[in-house]
Nanobody, 122 residues
Framework: QVQLVESGGGLVQAGGSLRLSCTAS????????MGWYRQAPGKQRELVAAITTGGSTNYADSVKGRFAISRDNDKNTAYLQMNSLKPEDTATYYCHADPCPPGTICYGADYWGTGTLVTVSS
């Protein structure tokens, strides 16, 4: 029911900035918690930032103060503003849509985008 398309990745130097976008279609965008995850080569996929349907946010400790997640429900889009990028931020970044609050009985499906590559050079 939901399709997610990421954009905005690319190559930047350390200290630079990028803004990732995730555009959703196929369902009611405002009903989903949105998250950004990343996966570096040889590493596990990890949560970078998340924003709930109510607008609450949380971040991985490694990106606090540098990244900001936001959403525009009118545009069906979630964003990840990335500032002060470091080489260790290099990864494929994935958008995630989740209809189910943690610990609840929920049968809704979650969805993943196909990813956008971010490369940060030294």
């Amino acid at each position: 029911q939901v399709q997610l398309v990421e954009s905005g990745g690319g190559l930047v130097q350390a200290g630079g900035s990028l803004r990732l976008s995730c555009t959703a279609s196929g369902s009611i965008f405002s009903n989903y918690d949105m998250g950004w995850y990343r996966q570096a080569p040889g590493k596990q996929r990890e949560l970078v930032a998340a924003i709930t349907t109510g607008g609450s946010t949380n971040y991985a400790d490694s990106v606090k103060g540098r990244f900001a997640i936001s959403r525009d429900n009118d545009k069906n889009t979630a964003y990840l503003q990335m500032n002060s990028l470091k080489p260790e931020d290099t990864a494929t970044y994935y958008c995630h849509a989740d209809p189910c609050p943690p610990g609840t009985i929920c049968y809704g499906a979650d969805y993943w985008g196909t990813g956008t590559l971010v490369t940060v050079s030294s």
